[in-house]
């Protein structure tokens, strides 16, 4: 596995070893893990609820209390008889497993439905709480909103910006300073943003997603000490008016960066919590030993966990949600760590947002399988598209991919989800080595990945600087993610040639509906040679893709003018080696 | 996972990097595994066929061509058209998988099915074949016998003795010198297992395994040196013509142990394969670089694998093992490493050793996972029972379950298979330690264990000397397997205490069929006390296990005489530490 090095991406969560851990602590009682049929419950469709009861149980009889106000299910609440299905074999975690399934019913849009479920055991007499390793002391609660969940419409045609705030662009400043350290402050704010919308502009994209903008302690803000503000140093709630209320004038919609699993450790509530034995606000951490011991983010101390299961929390946090979207106006949240707090609190996050904003967009951060984020269908619009990066990483980076296997990659990772879900499609990002450093400084390669990228349903996300060839002095592994966060190029060091590409590119997608229908038939997928038609209402775009060092003769079937070179081709096509054209045929 | 002692029983089978690089090699292609469900396909009745499709690959079309006259389906073979199902996530593998679905026709009894399946790239033109990687060149052909597949009637109430034929006993021997080595030919014979008939009468056995008894080059004979022979230093021919006849006299049937996966490098076929190169058993062996190179079991140069795909091989070995039913009357065969030969091949054994022994008995040495197991289900009668020895070992010697799972796995491994699925229980064998060394001596633990192995639907077998306290000098993990095979005690030092015990276990589980029901309900199944209640035709029978440290006080509920002391007991009854009863109740 390890041998891979494209598993960077999921670090430890890929392993086998991590797997079957998952495996025997998940089947080790009862679990259901919020597993539910549909993901995303429509109106008045009965939901089907899977349940395992591990070896390690003699359960005879499993149950599910259920509300369908908005509260925990009480005492007088319907209960649910599940049925036994079956007994299967588990590998990973070497056990039986019996198979139970209940249904609850259909409920009318916008029902809130909580549940919790138990397995009794008429041996003994015991009751088990459902999940109940997740968390302490009370019964895990579980819910879903009843709805037609769909992303805002907005986001069909969207090409998406990322800005990590601090390193993009500063009011009256030329930006080039060296860093003295990795993770200083090094100045950008939001008026620096706003400054630069005429060159985004010109660029082509229609979204921001600006990396957190909240007082915090580190360069990065992904750490809060106030959740319900916007920092001084960046130009405070002023600052954010404007940039919002310009780049709306302009077209460009914004989403905030929200890290709601854990706080920073000088949050006051946390400050509060931890010097105040009495305090109101130490139920909403996880202390697991008061006042030093708690958990936290990976186990780093300074951002201890937030008890996103506490009513009154997922109020706060909610309703901080609410405000950005009520005070500024702002587009969508990216969500930090969505694997931190539960799917029923995602749930409730959508519900409570879109209530706010009807096209507010969520999505969230996963870093896991297509299975695990599959999870999040219906609770958010979706998920960024780890695994996609990952076959991006296979295909033209390690090359320990073929054409065949990355074209049946795409394929079947457009089939796997809800064709409501949304996972936006992305070559890097702030926690991870730039694709260009990866490509060992090979723009040709970064060239072919994006026009792949900009050929895809879901909408694509640019990592600011790819476009002008910003990469890395280090390698993350050596020098931790900071590496990949460098000031913005504005100068002479930006290569031009790369950012008329990604003008080209941004424009050509947004042009011709073909390259965001997600319906393509190959042409050519073998060993690094990769080509296929888009097809689209208004005509087809043929995208050839040439990742061999020599060159290939592609039949484009069709003449047209490619996107990224202004030049005429037709029929039988010579494509220079590591090159790619993106031709509207006739 | 290493830190469970009982894993032993699979080796690196049961890790998680062993069972992510199987997914990972199935499901890089097309894979079938064998699957079809039911796994006993019955008369007019259609058989599904699973097939996956590993992300590797982009298959279009997957086929299957079909033959019901027992050959390999030719070029006119009707085809069968399999249908994409979806496609899922496969952790271990890491990759998505596309899910194929096939349907056969319902067959009349008798018919002997052959097919092969082949997926099919639209795009590229290529075709692969399913589980091409476990063959060389040829496709890999699969197949089933339609009939109503039971094991022999007699497996009910039978109680199977395993000797291991050199270590058992020889005619006028003392048979209590020590071991000059731990693999010494010792000397037992087939005229020693037929002297002590009386003794395994009286001990009340009704059926023998005998370790191999042909030609072969060591003391355990594991390695033929000819296939269809009985040793002559065994007695040869006439010994087992009367040991088979003097035995069925008494009651006791004879399974004889087939070792087919591979031969011993002595073997004449093997020696004429390897210094002649046009030799026609070339092909009797999977020669990998002719003549030195060659597959051997698990990389033991000297036993190279016979090529069981091979229909001259296929035939030569089960014309051997017709000849052991015709000749001497056998009534079945343990079959060594099943997991060796493919499962078409075991359908094959099973249809041609059953026309010539219709009650014959078959059943493997699968040393792997109930999911494993249940694929032999219609090709076997049925396999040795590894995954409940583990639980016995986790139960009974290492305390690493409790009662409450141990309850829970029995009744799941119950429910798991098929109804006519045999799966006899052991507490040890000649490839491991035995129960009573596990279990540091403690022969109140082999008590414990073997009540309740005698409780239990499918049929227990005894490894030879644990009913008279035969225990190791040294641990497998040091000595190597030879350390469970010591000479049988027949002097002095047996435990008459514990040959007491056995004999009347034996003849209770014979006596009450209640013991033979698997129906059980359990009574108490706490900490280490487990006890429940078998049910009967004629009447239940109690069971009460106490495993703990201290006395308890268990309800029998009635009142009866406990097979195993002789003493009445009635209502709540109270148990020494490491002690068990067994009372029929009225």
Known sequence: VTADPSLFVFGPHATPEHLAETARANLSGVWHGARIHPYAPVPNTPVR???????????????????????????????????HRGTRWDDLAWRYVDEWVAELPGKPDG???????????????????????????????????????????????????????????????????????????????LQGVREKLPYLVDL?????????????????RYDAVDFRTVAANLGGPDALHRLVDDAHRQGIRILLDLALNHASWRNPYFLDARQNAASRYRSWFRFTDWPDGYESFFGVSHLPELNTDLPEVVDYLMETAAWYLREFDVDGFRLDYALGPSLLFWSEFSTRTKAVKLDAYTVGEVTASPAELARFQGRLDGCLDFPELQAFR??????????????????????????????????????????????KGDKQLLKLAATCQFSLRQPPIIYYGSEVGLSQTGDVSACGFDASRLPMFWGDARDTDLLEFYR????????????????????????????????????????????????????????????????????????????GIMVPVA
């Open 204 to 220: 082509g994209i229609n979204a921001i997603w600006l990396t957190p903008i909240v007082e915090a302690e580190t360069y990065h």
């Open 49 to 83: 609820l899977h349940i395992d009861v591990g070896a390690n149980l003699a359960v005879s009889r499993v149950s599910v209390r259920c509300d369908s106000e908005g509260s925990a299910p009480g005492p007088d609440a319907p209960v649910f008889e599940a049925t």
């Open 111 to 189: 029902t809130r439905v909580r549940y919790a479920i138990q397995g009794h055991s008429a041996m003994t007499g015991a009751s088990y709480d459902a999940d109940s390793s997740a968390y302490q002391g009370t019964p895990t609660l579980f819910g879903y909103t009843v709805r037609d969940a769909k992303p805002p419409a907005w986001l069909d045609d969207a090409v998406i910006y990322q800005i990590f705030v601090d390193r993009f662009y500063r009011h009256g400043d030329a930006f080039d300073r060296p860093l003295t350290a990795p993770d200083e402050v090094y100045g950008g704010d």
């Open 504 to 579: 080209r590119l941004i424009r050509g997608r947004r042009e011709y509906s073909a390259l965001r229908s997600g319906r393509r038939t190959p042409l050519v997928a073998e060993g690094n040679v990769y080509a296929y038609r888009c097809h689209g209402e208004d005509g087809d775009v043929v995208v050839a893709l040439n990742g061999s060092d020599g060159e290939v003769i592609v039949d484009v079937g069709g003449a047209g003018r490619d996107l990224i070179t202004g030049e005429e081709v037709s029929g039988p096509t010579s494509l220079d080696p590591l090159s």
């Open 394 to 439: 296979q295909y033209f980076v390690h090359r320990s991919i073929d054409s065949a296997a990355f074209h049946a990659f795409l394929e079947r990772n457009d089939a796997f989800y809800d064709a409501h879900f949304s996972h936006p499609s992305f070559l890097d990002n702030h926690d991870m080595n730039r694709f260009l450093w990866a490509a």
